[in-house]
């Protein structure tokens, strides 16, 4: 039985520590409530293997007609199927991106506003940057949006989704952005109950800043109810989720196999205990059947991760931190004597999972691969360390400073890396250098989650001793109220959204698409978990996205 909060569970010594009022843990015992009753049958992989026939030939039949080919491609994606057509989609858009004639239909006055949204997004969201000027003619002369789309519910939807994908200087976006969202705030109260919920679910997480699994179980309830719903894709994707939750439930098994046999949960009480919620943030990374290895390596790594933050925010003092950040920055295993036993597990515990995952990479010949991981690793912790000396001596860092190590301390370097380290096919060692590079891809990932979570966790950081926050490092550097710092943070924000856009849409790109995707899904969990609040902390918030990717299969 745990106890209502981590705090009430450490054992108290002399020394005043920061600890904090984190909610306890929900899951209570993931092996029995996520254990998997029966493997997938025979009978069901041939199914999907037919289905997935059917629906090829449907693709294939659909190229005749480039519209109707990629509003295929946009209900394969939405419904969670088009990793399994992932070629065939990218050869398409390659030929229709290069093509006049196709580009001038979707100028032409024909297109309506759907449509045109939908193309725009379907080629931004592979990385093709269309051109902003597809919108010029729902405007009028005076450069509003004509009057009448403000009725138009699925228009104004996939133009609010489609403008999302803007990056700097696309003002048409922008404006879409506060035209469309106050008609659909509008429209709620009178559209068709069906409407409504996906309204309100793109209200809450625009499907380009959603989580893929997450939006995928929503748009198949939605996609069910349409009248014009094509049966064969539809059971397709609602086998192939159902068979993915199975495979999803043995992953986190195996995750809180190994959680438990650490013992982490009673050797390091003071801290957050979130498999479960870890094992959401990487299947947020990939959710594909074929990275099941990385998804496992990550969700272990973001539990270490939240240990490691734990205890350099919530429980080491400065006298202690210093000696452990040395140790891992030394990554030398004897150099913890004297620390508390729990800190001295952790780093052994951190020590040892990085370097098992070296031991693999050379196993699969990919010497260096893990080297870099490690460097990462020691990259967070002289963040860490540096965000608890300005704590130590009272110091609030200016916003500069604090943006400046924020870049290190949000993790995305140590998480990408991670992330890449088992993508054996894709990840040469020269994507980890490249990244130990800090790429501009990685900066506006970093920002995102550093800014996202410093919004979403200001207040709360306030009510016990943590180091200032961007919103507190901004009040100090420009004079300005809290208010008007956290307007301004939000602002930073979207910025970096605007900046990743660009990125993924600059062409030609050093590495493949699966690597330059994980940028953005990556960025897609900070959005999810952060956006008003940090659900991360607070797994109650979470439960519904557990409930219905892990535990609800869908009724066929
Ligand atoms: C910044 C961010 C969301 C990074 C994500 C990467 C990461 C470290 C994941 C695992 C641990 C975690 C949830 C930290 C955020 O905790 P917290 O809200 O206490 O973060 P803080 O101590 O850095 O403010």
Same mark, same amino acid.
């Given at each position: 039985?745990?106890?209502?909060?981590?705090?009430s569970?450490?054992?108290r010594?002399?020394?005043?520590r920061p600890?904090?009022d984190f909610p306890?843990n929900?899951w209570a015992?993931p092996?029995?409530s996520?254990?998997?009753?029966?493997?997938e049958?025979?009978?069901?992989?041939e199914?999907l293997t037919?289905?997935?026939e059917?629906?090829?030939e449907?693709?294939?039949?659909?190229?005749?007609k480039p519209i109707e080919n990629?509003?295929l491609?946009?209900?394969?994606?939405?419904l969670?199927?088009s990793?399994?057509?992932?070629?065939?989609?990218?050869?398409q858009l390659?030929?229709?991106f290069?093509?006049?004639?196709?580009?001038?239909?979707i100028?032409?006055?024909?297109?309506?506003? /759907?449509t045109?949204?939908?193309?725009?997004?379907?080629?931004r969201?592979?990385?093709y940057?269309?051109?902003v000027?597809?919108f010029?003619k729902?405007k009028?002369k005076d450069?509003?949006f004509?009057?009448?789309?403000?009725?138009?519910a699925?228009?104004l939807?996939?133009? /609010?989704?489609a403008?999302?994908w803007?990056?700097h200087?696309?003002d048409?976006l922008?404006?879409a952005?506060?035209?469309c969202?106050?008609h659909?705030?509008?429209?709620?109260?009178?559209?068709?109950?069906?409407l409504v919920?996906r309204?309100?679910n793109a209200?809450?997480h625009a499907y380009?800043?959603?989580i893929?699994r997450i939006e995928?179980?929503?748009?198949?309830?939605y996609?069910?109810k349409e009248?014009a719903?094509?049966q064969?894709l539809l059971?397709f $994707?609602?086998?192939?989720?159902n068979?993915l939750q199975i495979?999803?439930?043995e992953?986190?098994?195996?995750?809180y196999?190994?959680?438990?046999?650490?013992?982490?949960?009673?050797k390091?009480p003071?801290?957050?205990?979130?498999?479960?919620?870890?094992?959401?943030w990487?299947v947020?990374?990939y959710?594909?059947?074929?990275y099941?290895?990385?998804r496992?390596?990550l969700a272990k790594f973001?539990?270490?991760l939240?240990?490691v933050?734990?205890?350099?925010? $919530?429980?080491?003092t400065?006298e202690e931190?210093e000696?452990f950040?040395d $140790?891992?920055?030394?990554w030398n295993?004897?150099g913890?004597e004297?620390?508390p036993?729990n800190?001295r /597990?952790?780093?052994h515990?951190?020590?040892?999972?990085f370097?098992?995952?070296d031991?693999d990479?050379e196993?699969e010949g990919?010497s260096?691969?893990?080297l870099?991981a490690?460097k990462s690793?020691?990259?967070?912790?002289r963040? /860490?360390l540096?965000?608890?000396?300005?704590?130590?001596?009272?110091?609030?860092?200016?916003?500069?400073?604090y943006?400046e190590?924020?870049?290190?301390?949000?993790?995305?370097l140590?998480?990408?890396?991670?992330?890449?380290l088992?993508m054996?096919?894709?990840?040469?060692?020269?994507?980890f250098?490249?990244l130990s590079?800090i790429?501009?891809l990685l900066?506006?990932s $970093?920002?995102?989650?550093?800014?996202?979570d410093?919004?979403a966790t200001?207040?709360?950081e306030?009510?016990r001793?943590h180091?200032?926050t961007?919103?507190?490092?901004?009040?100090?550097?420009?004079?300005?109220?809290?208010?008007?710092?956290?307007?301004e943070?939000k602002?930073?924000?979207?910025?970096s959204?605007?900046s990743l856009?660009?990125e993924l849409m600059?062409r030609p790109?050093?590495?493949?698409f699966?690597?330059?995707v994980?940028?953005l899904h990556?960025?897609r969990?900070?959005?999810?978990?952060?956006k008003?609040?940090?659900i991360?902390t607070?797994p109650e918030l979470m439960k519904?996205?557990?409930?219905s990717l892990f535990?609800?299969?869908?009724v066929?």
């Open positions: 039985m745990e106890l209502k909060s981590n705090s569970a450490v054992k010594d002399e020394i005043d600890l904090a306890v929900i015992d092996l029995t996520f254990s998997v009753s029966h493997p049958s025979e009978r069901n992989k199914k037919s289905l997935k059917t629906v090829k449907l693709f294939m039949a659909s190229k005749e990629i509003k491609m946009d209900a394969l994606c939405r969670g199927v990793y399994h057509f992932e070629d065939e989609i990218l050869e390659e030929k229709m290069g093509c006049h004639d196709f580009m001038q239909m100028r032409d006055s024909e297109s309506d506003l /759907y045109v949204s939908l193309v725009f997004q379907v080629f969201q592979f990385g940057k269309l051109f000027n597809v010029d729902f009028n450069g509003d004509k009057e009448h789309l403000a009725d138009d699925r228009g939807l996939c133009l /609010y989704e403008a999302h803007s990056t200087g696309e048409i922008d404006e952005l506060t035209f969202r106050s659909l705030e509008r429209l709620v109260s009178w559209s068709s109950p069906h919920v309204i309100k209200l809450k380009p800043r959603g893929s995928t179980r929503q748009y198949i309830s996609y069910e009248d719903h094509d064969i059971e $994707a609602k086998v192939d989720f068979r495979l999803y439930r992953e986190l098994g195996q995750v196999r190994w959680y438990k046999d650490l013992d982490l949960s009673s390091l003071y801290a957050r205990n979130r498999t479960v919620e870890s094992y959401l990487a947020g990374a959710f594909e059947p074929c099941s290895k990385e496992i390596t973001i539990i270490i939240t240990l933050d734990d205890t350099y925010d $919530a429980y080491g400065i931190l000696p950040t $140790a891992l920055i030394r295993p004897s913890t004297g620390l036993e800190m /597990y952790l780093h515990v951190v020590l040892n999972f370097d098992k995952l031991e990479m196993k990919k260096g691969c893990g870099y490690k690793m020691m990259v967070n912790a963040a /860490y540096r965000e608890a000396k300005w704590l130590s001596q009272d110091y609030v860092a200016t916003f500069d400073e943006k190590n924020g870049i290190y301390s949000a993790c995305y140590a998480i990408l890396t991670v992330s890449f088992e054996v096919d894709e990840a040469t060692l020269d994507v250098k490249w590079t790429p501009p900066v506006s $970093a920002l995102i989650a550093r800014l996202c410093d919004i200001s207040e709360f306030r009510k001793k180091v200032g961007a919103i507190d490092c901004y009040v100090k550097q420009y004079g300005v109220s809290r208010e008007k710092a956290l307007e943070v602002v930073m924000a979207l910025d959204w605007k856009n660009q600059t790109q050093p590495f493949p699966p690597i330059i994980r940028f990556l960025s969990v900070i959005e999810v978990f952060y008003d609040t940090d991360f607070q519904d996205y557990v409930v535990l609800e299969n869908i066929i």
